[in-house]
């Protein structure tokens, strides 16, 4: 709980935003793991593991990946004379976040 604490207050410091990227998945994981614990079936028990999974994985990939298979898609377009009309919008990946996840 102390690593959860002094994380969220040093993203909170740099810039406060940010705080929904361990909030988030750290929440998700915790319910997951809280439901867990209790007698469920085997099913159940992969669906929660699952949801984790997705969750972390798909924060990661989009505020990772996202610009560059959006630059991609983009310019394969374009060498396709496709003109899309869209706002490339970058998106910053805080620094030691893929990792975050996985520590919390």
């Known amino acids: 709980m102390m690593l959860l604490a002094a994380s969220l207050f040093f993203?909170?410091?740099w810039k406060w935003e940010y705080i929904f990227l361990l909030f988030f998945p750290a929440t998700i994981d915790?319910?997951?793991?809280?439901t867990d614990r209790e007698n469920h079936t085997a099913a159940a028990?992969?669906?929660?593991?699952?949801?984790?999974i997705?969750?972390?994985?798909?924060?990661?990939?989009?505020?990772?990946?996202?610009n560059?298979?959006?630059?991609?898609?983009?310019?394969?377009l374009y060498y396709l004379e496709a003109r899309p009309y869209c706002i490339v919008r970058r998106f910053f990946f805080p620094?030691?976040?893929?990792?975050?996840?996985?520590?919390?």
Do not use: D, E
Not at 45 to 52: G, V, W
Not at 68 to 76: C, G, K, N, P, V
């Open 11 to 13: 993203y909170m410091c």
């Open 30 to 34: 915790f319910f997951v793991a809280q």
């Open 45 to 52: 028990k992969k669906l929660l593991l699952c949801i984790s």
């Open 54 to 66: 997705v969750t972390n994985l798909g924060l990661l990939f989009y505020f990772k990946y996202f």
């Open 68 to 76: 560059f298979f959006w630059t991609a898609l983009i310019q394969q």
């Open 95 to 104: 620094l030691g976040s893929p990792s975050t996840p996985f520590r919390v």
